[in-house]
């Protein structure tokens, strides 16, 4: 089955300046790849997503890099604000109503 | 648009009990549903999939006699864990996604469950 690595696990970030979050995937099937944003007891909030016939995407201070030959995509936000601080997740499935396979997560905190 | 609810946001009940939880998709008809445990601190864990009018689809290592999941239809799907135990305890989350929706799954609030 999938496979989702992510890194860094914690992340600390002066205001301002970018973040880097990065994610590895197994499954060469996979081409559905969302980035969520959870706050402490709230449900995931979809913040980008990318299919795999996309190189990169950007919303806004929100950017996702996808790599289908390496299989790993990143998720880039700049201009880091304090309502920037939360869990980030990585995810990959083989789209359609396939399921999701998570990363283990990154706390980003922006410092003031 | 796009909109699933849980239902309860919190429960919390005694050993040996057995606690219901409901996931609905309140604008779509949800073709498949996904439930995750999400333990302090971790990443959401896929429990089972179903989809609407057959048995759901359990990820390895999850109790389907203690976990049971009923998609009786495009709106609704069941989440009962029998004889919890305090180890149950945990957030479930369910998602849901539509044919017509394309790839994006969407999750409901949530349900703290407190077993003591």
């Known amino acids: 089955g999938e496979n989702v690595e992510q890194h860094p696990s914690t992340l600390s970030v002066q205001e301002g300046d970018s973040a880097v979050i990065k994610c590895t995937y197994s499954d060469s099937a996979s081409n559905y790849f969302p980035w969520y944003k959870q706050e402490l007891g709230k449900r995931p909030q979809l913040i980008i997503d990318i299919r795999s016939n996309v190189g990169e995407k950007k919303d806004q201070r929100i950017a996702v890099t996808l790599n289908k030959t390496a299989k790993h995509f990143s998720l880039h936000i700049t201009e880091t604000q304090p309502e920037d601080s939360a869990v980030y997740f990585c995810a990959a499935s083989r789209g359609g109503n396939e399921k999701l396979t998570f990363g283990t997560g990154t706390r980003l905190t922006i410092i003031p | 648009g796009a909109v699933v609810s849980q239902h309860p946001s919190w429960v919390i009940c005694k050993s040996g009990t057995s606690v219901k939880i409901e996931c609905r998709s309140l604008?779509?008809?949800?073709?498949?549903m996904f439930w995750y445990r999400q333990f302090p601190k971790q990443s959401l864990m896929l429990m089972a999939t179903?989809?609407?009018?057959?048995?759901?689809?359990?990820e390895q290592g999850v109790e389907k006699d203690k976990f049971l999941i009923n998609h009786a239809s495009l709106t609704l799907s069941t989440l009962t864990v029998t004889s919890a135990h305090p180890e149950d305890s945990s957030f479930y989350i369910c998602?849901?996604?539509?044919?017509?929706?394309?790839?994006?799954?969407?999750f409901g609030p949530g349900t703290r469950l407190t077993v003591l």
């Open positions: 179903s989809n609407e009018g057959s048995k759901a689809t359990y």
């Open positions: 604008d779509f008809q949800a073709t498949t």
């Open positions: 998602s849901a996604s539509g044919t017509s929706l394309g790839n994006e799954q969407f």
